[in-house]
C-alpha cells in the first residue's frame, strides 16, 4: 500500500493490511473511534455498496464511498479504493466503475466475497502541527 497525503494537514496516512482471525471481534476504544464500518467485499462488488468519484482532472479521481453513517472521501477513500483495486486484481475480479457526481456536492458532506472489510471512523479530528 502506498503512502497517501492528506490534503487538509501535513499529515500521511501509512496504511498496514493484516490478516485478521475469522470470529475476531473489532473492541475499539470509545475515545478513539466513533463507528466501526463493516464491508462485506462481495457486497462492493456486486454493486451493493454506492461508490461515486469526483473527476480532479484528466485521469485523476477521488472516490467517495457511501455508508450507514456516512460517506468516506479524501485520503481514507484512496486507501480504500486502492486495496479494493488490488484485492480485484489479485483474485481476477472487475473492478466497478464509480457513479461521477459533481465536485461541489463532496463539500456538502460533513461526517455525515466473504469476510468483512473493517474500517474505523475516528471520533476525533487531529490538529494541525503549528509551522
Not at 97 to 113: D, F, H, N, S
Amino acid at each position: 500500500m502506498g503512502r497517501f497525503p492528506t490534503a487538509t494537514s501535513r499529515f500521511t496516512l501509512n496504511p498496514y493490511v493484516v490478516l485478521v482471525a475469522g470470529g475476531a471481534v473489532a473492541r475499539p476504544h470509545a475515545g478513539e473511534v466513533a463507528a466501526v464500518i463493516r464491508m462485506p467485499l462481495a457486497e462492493f462488488f456486486a454493486g451493493r455498496v454506492p461508490y461515486r468519484a469526483v473527476e480532479l482532472g484528466p485521469g485523476r479521481r477521488s472516490p467517495i464511498f457511501d455508508f450507514e453513517v456516512g460517506s468516506m472521501y479524501g485520503a481514507t477513500a484512496h486507501v480504500l479504493d486502492e486495496l479494493l483495486r488490488a484485492f480485484a486484481e489479485v483474485r481476477g475480479l472487475a473492478f466497478p466503475e464509480p457513479e461521477l457526481t459533481e465536485p461541489r456536492a463532496v463539500g456538502l458532506m460533513q461526517g455525515g466475497a466473504g469476510a468483512p472489510l473493517l474500517f474505523v471512523k475516528p471520533a476525533f479530528q487531529p490538529t494541525r502541527q503549528s509551522d
